[in-house]
């Protein structure tokens, strides 16, 4: 018999007043999944609330309404929530453990089916009953938050004796085994080298609080330091030796993933880890200040927090459970008030599996780009970097843009970019060969011209050289700078170009990164003259090209 199960994560409850239309649109889409097939299990897996801090005056009520959405667009199917980080500190890093905020969300009264566990009164991990569930799986609850000393951490543990308790609950009949947990085992993409994001309002006390961590402790100001759950080593290794297949389903980082951890001794079974993205939030995607693209098809609202930072769609995952056969798609999605032109969903395939006794055999490869999921479609995204060297040790860049469309003249249709470069680059308009803009921000905004060329310079915006890098960057940065082109829609050709760069062992290479997975491929890379090109064919949207070179020192 088929089964289903929706995944959400990392839903943030409390993060902005305008989140409720978010809701509604997630309301929406879950209908569409329902819709299709049965919805057996809602599982939240973590991080419901924004902080430990809410008032539950006002939380609860906010977490009941989320709840009756979910239990209206699946006909009532069973609701399960375990906790995160946020729900256990203040904004999920900095403040002690408390519990208080999920401790009442155990005890308020439900309007519909519902298991929330993990308080200092319950065992870390317990079985879901099957009568909740009705799946063909063992459904195991963890609370992977509980880690009481400590002011700052997002981490958790994982007790290899709470696993073992559970284990000697299952009947030896061989059925699989679903995890359901907030933590991941193993770090996700783009996101395990992050620095940690200290509350608002703490101002230059968190800038303080970062430099004194990453002086103290190598790599103190990163996230992944106390990021993955304590145990998760000894966890992963013990699921392989139930004997059985394993599917772990946890968000965290907001970016979704799927790995399978293969068992490589006698009698051991394999591990599905699939990550769910935020259900909740806009998230922010970086790789440090030296970003140059906007993810986000989403306008800034009114009390939204402005920054610099390209944001991705929210999604959350569906599981689908029929016979042997494994699958996992991801299900993006975005409010009412995008702009003209973009799907609201769009659907990802993530894994095609079969279980063949203890292992999961894959059947079908599937994509490795996101879907185009309709809307608009470019016919052309072409960015030119011609970089204007110095003898200090920053460049500056003359940057030509052309976006055409498919269509002549698409109503409604404009094409944003967000632009940043080094700490102190200044950014440009350009509107004729004698005429440059003011001075903008870092992080402006700008809107290109549709099936024409449009113009800017950012004047100190790449570091030439190493020392530079680590001083704009941080003194762990990568010998190399980069340029990017950021692709938001399905796009026919897209090209990008950079040039000249030094002669002296520059070795100048290629990527793209699907920026709803966080998984980057090499690209190859041409010459012409003192310019280097690389050309994506039939471009994925929200895929971000880029040419890297080695700096000089």
Not at 139 to 162: C, H, K, M, N
Not at 506 to 518: H, K, M, N, Y
């Amino acid at each position: 018999m088929a089964s289903r199960i929706v995944h959400l994560s990392d839903v943030h409850l409390g993060t902005s007043p305008t989140q409720a239309r978010l809701f509604e649109a997630l309301e929406d889409a879950v209908k569409r999944v329902a819709r299709a097939r049965r919805v057996d299990l809602v599982a939240i897996t973590g991080d419901l609330f924004q902080s430990s801090t809410l008032d539950p005056g006002t939380a609860l009520p906010a977490a009941r309404e989320l709840f009756k959405r979910l239990w209206d667009a699946t006909d009532r199917a069973h609701l399960v929530v375990v906790p995160g980080n946020h729900d256990v500190r203040g904004l999920g890093v900095a403040s002690p453990h408390r519990t208080e905020l999920f401790d009442a969300l155990v005890e308020f009264q439900s309007d519909g089916p519902l298991t929330v566990h993990g308080t200092r009164h319950a065992r870390p991990m317990v079985l879901l009953p099957a009568k909740d569930h009705g799946l063909p799986v063992y459904v195991v609850l963890v609370d992977s938050s509980w880690l009481p000393g400590g002011y700052i951490s997002a981490g958790g543990l994982l007790r290899q004796e709470d696993l073992l308790a559970v284990a000697s609950k299952l009947s030896p009949d061989g059925r699989p085994v679903l995890l359901l947990m907030h933590h991941h085992l193993v770090p996700t993409p783009l996101t395990d080298l992050g620095r940690i994001q200290f509350p608002e309002g703490w101002g230059i006390f968190a800038r303080i609080a970062q430099r004194g961590l990453g002086a103290v402790i190598a790599g103190g100001d990163r996230e992944e330091l106390t990021m993955t759950a304590l145990g998760a080593g000894t966890a992963l290794s013990t699921l392989h030796t139930l004997g059985r297949a394993v599917a772990v389903l946890h968000g965290h980082k907001h970016y979704p993933t799927v790995r399978l951890a293969r068992g490589v001794f006698q009698g051991h079974g394999d591990v599905v880890l699939a990550s769910a993205g935020s259900a909740g939030v806009f998230e922010a995607w970086s790789l440090g200040v030296h970003d140059d693209a906007d993810v986000s098809d989403a306008p800034a609202r009114e009390g939204d927090r402005a920054a610099p930072t390209p944001r991705l769609w929210p999604s959350f995952n569906v599981i689908d459970l029929d016979g042997d056969a494994l699958h996992i798609d991801t299900v993006l999605y975005r409010d009412a008030d995008g702009p003209p032109g973009t799907a609201k969903t769009t659907l990802r395939p993530m894994l095609r599996a079969l279980r063949d006794g203890t292992r999961w055999t894959l059947t079908e490869t599937v994509p490795d780009a996101a879907p185009d999921g309709g809307g608009e479609r470019l016919a052309e995204n072409r960015a030119t970097f011609r970089f204007t060297h110095t003898l200090g040790p920053l460049w500056s860049a003359d940057v030509t843009r052309v976006v055409r469309t498919v269509r002549s003249n698409p109503e409604g249709f404009c094409y944003r970019e967000r632009v940043a470069g080094a700490p102190g680059s200044e950014l440009r308009n350009v509107f004729d060969a004698h005429h440059l803009g003011d001075a903008l921000p870092l992080g402006a905004e700008l809107e290109l011209k549709l099936q024409g060329e449009s113009r800017y310079t950012l004047d100190r915006g790449f570091a030439a050289d190493v020392a530079q890098a680590e001083q704009s960057y941080g003194s762990d940065t990568s010998p190399y700078e980069w340029a990017g082109l950021f692709n938001r829609y399905p796009c026919e050709r897209a090209v990008l170009t950079v040039g000249p760069l030094a002669e002296d062992g520059c070795e100048p290479f290629a990527s793209a990164t699907d920026l709803g997975t966080g998984l980057e491929r090499p690209l190859p890379i041409t010459r012409e003259g003192e310019m280097h090109t690389v050309v994506v064919e039939h471009c994925a949207p929200r895929t971000l090209l880029r040419v890297y070179w080695r700096l000089r020192g």
